[in-house]
């Protein structure tokens, strides 16, 4: 439980198996206290929340986290708000705000941004996301709601369905899933494959993997059905864009051919890669994947932040 | 005083005159912690401010009133830096960030929007601005504003200037008003008054009203003198706007033939409805009507947010 | 102990010597506050941040400063998200705020904001940069900074590097100076030298001052590197600009010809006025100093703000 006192959150190859599972156990006592009562556990600490792209979920989840906690955040929720605007680079203003803070959240568009940051900062830096590779606390998250809702994580069959490629949250996930012992199903268009490191990476482990490029024929099997966004900018012809969207989209009618306890799950915003009426199937999970992310961040800070006594009373007084 | 537990705050609509009266009470109650010292009433809850669109008064003095009764707020004040940049819906934010938080208060341009967030959200939402037709809670204060400065409001003969066919606070004050015994003159551009359904509703309610053109005729009854705004991209004819415009101007010079304890007040921001020589005027009461603004969204947060006991409590002590 | 108790913080013009110490002396005691614990001192109590332009420092370090005295934080950080956007002037924001909240922090463009601000608000207003002239509280930190690294004052040499005629932070750094018996030296090119009205001020005040064109001639001797941007708007001609900015870098070797005790200040953001390498130079100070300006913040506030009993109790049990 002490194993990330004091410590950064940057890549989720920094996780063993272990370290996942005292996360999720921290994330299930904070369940008793995410709606509306709270705890002091982090009282007088401050957070900094370095928002330099737009979010909604990531940011005002650990923010909301922190006050659940009993602690303080201070921020910017975009570039032109700071004195990024005047030229500052990214490292002045990490070793600016660090003075100002317990820890520091960070989302940036460079990859490898909570790396430096995290090299820099005398605090514990979290990354929120950074570049197109790595949104460790999202993996986190998307694993602890398969956990909660299924039970267990082991020995199921999990596909993720869209853009394999660019999405940064898929990155992630598949090495975070890599600790566990799943069956992996990849279902995207040809182009949109995983990149060589991350599949390379699958097999030195022995995860058994596949890839699909129809959804329905894989569908029937599946555990969990994880949907990224396919972006339109990736495709040199828009017209094939249209194409290929069409068939990765989750409807309620394809759902229909699902496992009747399978679990649906996004990372969100969606646009329009799952319809609105899924959004009623007993299986769409996306929604409470968000409440989860917060017990989870919750867990997570407390981890990070929490005086050691107070995390060890904490935790026996729960069991 | 349990009327609004758990409620959401839509429309002015589902306020009859008695539960107007519990929020005013409780307003009262909350002057004495208005100022610099505070509550624990709400210690723990967390407040999610949505704002879709650009406010100082009624997000500041919602995030105002939450901090004074001891609770905390996340939220954006702005689409831009929120998931719906990334073309995320409304009805994705408010199912994602009911759970970061006990209750939601939200101003977007489009109509309805409050009335939807309230439908999906398991947590109240509070309508601070939807559209342009609604924004409750800025009725309430108004009403307040003038039952403290003059000691009631039955009987007193309100006067209200300006745009009443577009100005998004005159349709919910003229509702909440319309549950009290109360003289309305509506002093507008003939092509600016009220809209046709608002009318027949105050017929139907059998409230005496009057139009007027020029203030002059009526200013000398008038008690209460609630001024709005004359937007004009409104007008067809920017020389027409000009002509109109000065007419409905509250003059120093005007207001010497006003009564000497009638009360001048505006939902601000002013333009240049009120000059600014008016300001010195003791009538003039449009910034206090902010402070007693703030005071009646502690009332309303206490009475939606807080715990039972403690609200007894309080009330009962306050007496 | 007393002196700031409900004062605004205008100008550094306000501020004797005393005055001075008093905050260095709160500032110090906070020391012992400003990571990580806190206190309850402004328990209750709201700091509203009206930032008209972006900050990154001094906006996120008075929020941590009030967040680490127990109190609460409102505010906008951008002119686009207040009801400024919809014409409203200065005053009026003001007249509203100042009901929501104990304590204004202001920064505007325009001259003479602050004091405006001041005069028209019932709750302490204290200047966070107002046009090209004034920021009191940057001087307050800056000099603290030199205190608390080289244990005193008086009697140091100054040197301030770079645009002395339209930084914002140089005057009133200057004028702070001038209360103390220092030497001054100042390096800039010519046409970017203090402005008369602050010359002249120092010489009545009987402080000795120089200027130097050429920074080698001059660092063996200085206590205090203080840099400042020289902006390249402020050149007609942009060759001149390029020959001239690249004189006035502190560069690593330019620093070895500098004392082994000298301290480099910068009230950051620095664009490329000191070069990187001189980062890890142990003369290095200007990212201490943020923290400084917290702790100096802290002690600020706390004379503003605090019951004079808790500051009395917390005063004389950290002696």
New interface residues.
């Given amino acids: 439980m002490f194993n990330l006192h004091g410590k950064d959150v940057v890549s989720i190859l920094d996780f063993n198996r272990e370290l996942i599972e005292d996360v999720f156990n921290a994330a299930y006592i904070m369940e008793k206290y995410a709606?509306?009562?709270?705890l002091n556990l982090l009282?007088?600490?401050?957070m900094?929340t370095l928002?330099f792209e737009?979010?909604?979920?990531t940011r005002?989840?650990f923010?909301?986290a922190m006050?659940?906690l009993g602690g303080?955040v201070?921020?910017?929720?975009?570039a032109?708000?700071?004195?990024?605007?005047?030229?500052?680079t990214l490292s002045?203003?990490i070793?600016?705000?660090e003075?100002?803070?317990?820890c520091i959240v960070l989302r940036h568009p460079a990859e490898g941004a909570a790396k430096l940051a995290a090299e820099l900062a005398n605090v514990p830096v979290i990354n929120a996301g950074s570049g197109a590779q790595e949104h460790p606390t999202q993996a986190l998250l998307d694993i602890y709601t398969i956990k909660r809702e299924l039970g267990r994580v082991d020995g199921l069959e999990i596909g993720i369905v869209g853009d394999l490629k660019y999405g940064r949250t898929v990155h992630s996930l598949v090495y975070a899933l890599s600790l566990f012992n799943v069956n992996l199903s990849f279902v995207s268009p040809p182009g949109l494959r995983l990149r060589d490191e991350i599949e390379e990476d699958l097999r030195r482990k022995g995860i058994e993997f596949k890839y699909y490029e129809d959804i329905e024929k894989i569908i029937p099997n599946l555990d969990v059905i994880y949907v990224v966004r396919i972006q339109k900018e990736r495709f040199p012809d828009p017209a094939e864009y249209l194409r290929v969207k069409g068939s990765y989209k989750i409807t309620s009618s394809l759902i229909s051919k699902a496992k009747s306890n399978c679990i649906i799950l996004h990372p969100?915003?969606?646009?329009d890669e799952i319809s609105l009426d899924v959004d009623s199937r007993p299986q769409a999970k996306y929604?409470?994947q968000?409440?989860y992310g917060?017990c989870m961040r919750m867990g997570l800070l407390s981890m990070i932040l929490a005086n050691k006594e107070d995390l060890k009373q904490l935790f026996y007084s729960s069991k």
């Fill in positions: 709606r509306g009562v709270g009282k007088g600490k401050i900094a928002f737009p979010s909604t979920r005002l989840s923010e909301s006050y659940r303080s201070i921020g910017f929720t975009s032109e708000a700071s004195s990024v605007a005047k030229g500052e002045d203003t070793k600016t705000v003075n100002y803070c317990d969100l915003p969606r646009v929604f409470i968000t409440y917060l």
